[in-house]
Nanobody
Framework: QLQLVESGGGLVQPGGRLRLSCSAS????????IGWFRQDPGKEREGVSC????????RYSDSVNGRFTISRDNVKNMVYLEMNNLTPEDTSVYYC???????????????????WGRGTQVTVSS
């Protein structure tokens, strides 16, 4: 069973940047779409960005479009989320997740993803 581990979270000032990484083990990411999601206590998990299995299709939520960039390196079995111009509203626990799907159409809905990492905390504060 594929396993995912997130890293790269931390404390950053408003306007700053972070790069989150999602590493996979016990399997190859080649046949999985990958999504980054975030969730605050008491709230639903929000799709931040998703990328197709071959990296030829991406999707972003309106709140991060233009500031975040998702990418992947299937050779290294890694997916990244570059986050720029961070605001306090970006504070959350960020999760990466995998969906066994090789198409290019992306909904980036949490219910479609069945393999999840444990999350990494991102805090944006001065």
């Amino acid at each position: 069973q594929l396993q995912l581990v997130e890293s790269g979270g931390g404390l950053v000032q408003p306007g700053g940047r972070l790069r989150l990484s999602c590493s996979a083990s016990k399997g190859s990411l080649d046949y999985y779409a990958i999504g980054w999601f975030r969730q605050d206590p008491g709230k639903e998990r929000e799709g931040v960005s998703c990328i197709s299995s071959r990296g030829d299709s991406t999707r972003y939520s309106d709140s991060v479009n233009g500031r975040f960039t998702i990418s992947r390196d299937n050779v290294k079995n890694m997916v990244y989320l570059e986050m720029n111009n961070l605001t306090p509203e970006d504070t959350s626990v960020y999760y990466c997740a995998a969906e066994d799907y090789t198409g290019t159409y992306l909904d980036c809905q949490a219910y479609e993803y069945n393999i999840w990492g444990r999350g990494t905390q991102v805090t944006v504060s001065s």
